[in-house]
């Protein structure tokens, strides 16, 4: 009977721990982007994208374009790493 219990129990506990699993995943993707665009770390930004996603970005004089992510990416190769952008992004629960 214990073992039942045990099995019901451990059954009943698995769907709640791989969603938390999954929002911690999602949670550090997004850390990556933040982190990587307002510290010039572009590993991080490449962590965060799919090698062949691509971004939709808009500018004030500009509608909807396509950016790929390996093109995002390159946009902070060039700065000196680790400087502060000015860019600021939270997560909140």
Do not use: C, H
């Amino acid at each position: 009977m214990k073992k039942i219990f045990l099995i019901i129990g451990f059954i009943s506990l698995s769907p709640s721990i791989f969603a938390q699993t999954e929002v911690s995943k999602i949670e550090n993707t997004i850390l990556n982007y933040i982190n990587g665009t307002s510290y010039n770390k572009s590993k991080l930004i490449e962590k965060a994208f799919y090698p062949s996603a691509n971004l939709y970005l808009e500018k004030n004089d500009k509608t909807l374009w396509t950016v790929p992510a390996k093109d995002y990416v390159s946009w902070y190769k060039n700065n000196k790493e680790g400087e502060f952008t000015g860019r600021i992004g939270n997560i909140y629960q």
